[in-house]
């Protein structure tokens, strides 16, 4: 590597390279920091052909950083459903805010400076001075530390604190002062279509030659560490119907899925299965593999690919809400834990003392965290089972997928799932449940007026409105379940 360090070669052969063979990308034909930053924040953690039009879209309803910070953040979230990783937008967000608050809408040249600017890490601020201003700075992210670890063939793993300094050392080293933009631009174009994480094709790598890893002929890096398996939490999830109207209700601010919409539930932990007594459900029966719909309702055959599972026709198996082990004062607390509104607390009751279905499950995966959504459908002003006199715009597609309330659907119950979710599932629950003929004592209010506006608890919003709230993906399938019954 000295003599590299010495002649430039590296970095020549590296930016020759590039200029040739890079993609057209729209954040490559501007040193715009705004738009440069809009598109590193996007492109975390999600590929470029997902981004691409969300980018065009988002920089046409946020043309600025003074746009953006004058936004509402339910409108930025809005525009942002369907990326996934929420909190990106949330910060992006925030950062504009502090931008336009500290220095008037002008994003600031220096990247010791960029680092102030709540939610810039290093590498959006490496990327951001070097591509924008020229600053002979890294930009460090996963496909760069990919390349670098097989470079080095670096003997830990490459997200560690010394890995890190290592890296930011060496390509210090080999960045050029004329264009340090492009050649970090460069390094994540090479670890994007050519150092790839599984098949790398180093004989189209134009610095294969400096590559300790190809050297050796061990390209098993970088050093991995085991992924711990995300924790399963049963999603209890109540769909409330009044009125041709859906009830969606605001999330916290922090945590999971902060500030978006959801039919509102609660999370469980599953505590294994019950006594070997009760009679369990062979994974392989219809019962294991489908999701129940409502009673004298079956599916459209004729129905092409949609954004949400198939949901066959009734089946005398069909789960019911036993199917959980839950008394219906153990509903009755549950459901008052979830929803906000007391307004419709004597219905739910009623409802719950009935013989109601219950419909899932369906597997979502999170970084850390896997549901599974079991749900049940409660129309106010009506009886348990009946259809509701609700109709939900169809999902129609668009230049990448379904749009309509939930675009860029992405669902995935990973291996083994099954087993567990049809069995009768047992769940921890709080001592000093009872069952009685009447669970409460107060008057009920007036019935509920549907709004299509968003407020800070819950709204009962039209169909036509639902593309006005973020909805996270982890809900389409009940949406979709709502749609083929209504």
């Not at 953006?68 to 525009?79: F, I, K, P, R």
């Not at 890490?121 to 992210?141: M, N, R, W």
């Not at 994007?192 to 390209?219: E, K, M």
Request: charged letters at 20%.
């Amino acid at each position: 590597m000295e003599k590299e360090r010495a002649d430039g070669s590296f970095a020549d052969r590296l930016l020759a390279w590039f200029r040739a063979e890079k993609r057209d990308l729209p954040w490559r034909r501007t040193t715009d920091p705004y738009r440069i930053w809009v598109s590193e924040v996007m492109l975390q953690q999600t590929q470029v052909k997902t981004v691409l039009p969300y980018y065009e879209e988002f920089l046409r309803r946020f043309p600025t950083p003074e746009d953006l910070a004058g936004a509402e953040l339910n409108d930025v979230l809005t525009a942002w459903r369907g990326l996934g990783y929420y909190a990106r937008a949330r910060h992006l967000w925030q950062g504009a805010r502090h931008v336009l608050s500290v220095w008037s809408g002008k994003i600031p040249s220096d990247y010791e400076t960029l680092l102030q600017i709540p939610g810039v890490g290093e590498y959006t601020a490496g990327a951001i001075a070097s591509i924008a201003f020229g600053q002979k700075v890294p930009a460090l992210d996963g496909n760069v530390r990919r390349v670098m670890a097989r470079l080095l063939a670096w003997p830990e793993p490459a997200a560690k604190a010394s890995a890190s300094r290592r890296f930011r050392e060496q390509l210090r080293a080999w960045q050029p002062a004329a264009c340090p933009g492009d050649f970090n631009q460069a390094l994540m174009e090479l670890g994007a279509t050519v150092c790839s994480p599984r098949s790398p094709h180093c004989p189209d790598c134009p610095i294969s030659s400096f590559c300790q890893a190809f050297s050796s002929g061990n390209l098993a890096y970088p050093v991995r560490i085991p992924k711990k398996r995300p924790e399963t939490m049963l999603r209890l999830t109540f769909v409330l119907l009044h009125k041709g109207t859906i009830y969606l209700q605001k999330r916290p601010a922090g945590g999971l899925l902060a500030d978006l919409w959801e039919f509102p539930g609660l999370e469980l932990p599953f505590s294994g299965v019950p006594p070997a007594s009760v009679p369990a459900v062979d994974p392989m029966s219809r019962a294991a593999r489908r999701l129940p719909v409502s009673p004298g309702k079956g599916a459209n055959p004729s129905r092409g690919a949609s954004s949400g599972p198939s949901l066959p026709a009734p089946d005398p198996d069909a789960l019911t809400h036993e199917h959980l082990g839950l008394t219906p004062a153990e509903w009755l607390a549950f459901y008052r834990d979830a929803v906000t509104k007391r307004t419709f607390d004597r219905e739910a009751e009623r409802f719950f003392q009935g013989d109601f279905p219950l419909y899932g499950p369906v597997g979502h995966t999170f970084s850390h965290l896997r549901w599974e959504l079991y749900w049940v459908i409660i129309t106010i002003g009506g009886t348990a089972g009946e259809s509701p006199s609700l109709r939900l715009p169809l999902a129609t597609a668009g230049p990448t997928g379904p749009t309509g309330p939930f675009p860029g659907l992405s669902l995935r119950s990973p291996g083994g799932s099954s087993a567990l979710s049809h069995q009768k599932t047992l769940l921890h629950t709080r001592p000093g449940f009872f069952s009685s003929p009447s669970l409460l004592r107060e008057t009920p209010p007036a019935p509920p007026t549907p709004t299509s506006l968003p407020n800070s608890t819950g709204s009962w919003v039209a169909p036509e409105a639902l593309a006005e709230y973020p909805l996270p993906s982890a809900f389409s399938a009940i949406l979709e379940h709502v749609r083929q019954w209504a």
